[in-house]
């Protein structure tokens, strides 16, 4: 079985400033892939960035880049420079196939 | 860039009623998925569905769903008998295989079961 946990119901952020998203997991697992998902009020969900478990190196994505450290099982997301249109849901995601989902963080930037 | 396309976008339903919830997953994906996400609440795996077969099913998905691929394109979900706590967003996704690549989600088709 796999948990997520993402620990930050809501997050803000000042518009140009940098946020970091927590999320940490735990699986049995021992080849699996993250996902960070961003769902917008239109409840779409757009893949943000995608991590290989058995990479080291941190995945980045222009403005996202997350902090891998698959020892203490934790995938946060930093998100550079803010803008208005990051505001949204943010599901971080663990599996090979069927995919686990914590329970999101609510991003609010701020103008 | 190829998109998984689900329709109808919204269905509103009434309790005990039959809905089938139509996906077109991208057309080289051999691995079709469903998720379902109640308001307000994280996103929950379904099914997952291989070679014409089931190959995952979680708790959620009892004797009252089923999945179908009638033909080369379309992936469906049935659920026979809707009950209120139906009411979701239900998510097609499709994959190449592992989902090192191309793991893309349609749009989602809201459900509501009056």
């Known amino acids: 079985a796999q948990t997520v946990t993402q620990s930050q119901p809501e997050m803000s952020v000042q518009e140009a400033e940098t946020v970091t998203l927590s999320c940490t997991y735990d699986?049995?697992?021992?080849?699996?892939?993250l996902f960070w998902y961003k769902q917008p009020p239109s409840r779409q969900m757009i893949l943000v960035i995608r991590?290989?478990?058995?990479?080291?190196q941190n995945a980045t994505e222009n403005r996202f880049s997350v902090n891998f450290q698959k020892a203490a099982k934790s995938f946060s997301l930093k998100i550079s420079d803010s803008q208005l249109g990051d505001a949204a849901m943010y599901f971080c995601?663990?599996?090979?196939?069927?995919?686990?989902f914590g329970k999101g963080t609510k991003l609010s930037v701020i103008p | 860039e190829p998109e998984v396309t689900q329709t109808p976008s919204h269905q509103v339903t009434q309790m005990g009623q039959e809905v089938i919830l139509r996906c077109v997953p991208i057309s080289n994906h051999l691995y079709f998925y469903w998720y379902r996400q109640i308001l307000g609440q994280k996103v929950e795996f379904l099914v997952s569905?291989?070679?014409?077969?089931?190959?995952?099913k979680s708790e959620i998905f009892d004797d009252q769903f089923s999945v179908e691929r009638p033909d080369g394109s379309n992936f469906t979900l049935k659920i026979r008998s809707t009950k209120l706590e139906d009411s979701a967003m239900y998510f097609c996704?499709?994959?190449?295989?592992?989902?090192?690549?191309?793991?893309?989600f349609g749009s989602g088709t809201r459900l509501t079961v009056v």
């Open positions: 995601a663990v599996g090979s196939y069927q995919l686990t």
């Open positions: 991590q290989e478990a058995y990479k080291q």
């Open positions: 996704a499709s994959s190449e295989g592992r989902p090192n690549y191309g793991y893309t």
């Open positions: 569905f291989y070679n014409n077969e089931i190959s995952e």
């Open positions: 699986t049995s697992e021992s080849d699996y892939y």
